[in-house]
Nanobody
Framework: VQLQASGGGLVQAGDSPRLSCAAS????????VGWFRQFPGEARDFVAA????????IYEDSVRGRFTISRDNAKNTVYLQMNSLKPEDTAVYYC???????????????WGQGTQVTVSS
């Protein structure tokens, strides 16, 4: 499975961009998908995950209520709607797919290349 993340860029605090993760090369509905982010000099942190059919979602505490993960299996795409962005949300955002619906990197086998989100105050 190949993953392509997009939708990042330079935004202002309070903006509401949407990240996309497009998959190819596999049966997308067989995979749970997670979003992670990496701050400079740190390891990747879990942000959100969605189950295979989209019926289950998990959020990291700091984004719950601001970010929404969703998927369209017909389009082989997972989205991360980010609302009320803050400067501390600035990071490289990665999407990942795997058989396990979890909150650690070990739950996912396939990773996209990452998309930079920079939030200016």
């Amino acid at each position: 499975v190949q993953l392509q993340a997009s939708g990042g860029g330079l935004v202002q605090a309070g903006d509401s961009p949407r990240l996309s993760c497009a998959a190819s090369g596999g049966t997308f509905s067989n995979y749970a998908v997670g979003w992670f982010r990496q701050f400079p000099g740190e390891a990747r942190d879990f942000v959100a995950a969605i189950s295979w059919g989209g019926g289950g979602t998990i959020y990291e505490d700091s984004v719950r209520g601001r970010f929404t993960i969703s998927r369209d299996n017909a389009k082989n795409t997972v989205y991360l709607q980010m609302n009320s962005l803050k400067p501390e949300d600035t990071a490289v955002y990665y999407c990942a797919a795997g058989p396990n619906y979890g909150v650690t990197g070990y739950d996912y086998d396939y990773w996209g290349q990452g998309t930079q989100v920079t939030v200016s105050s």
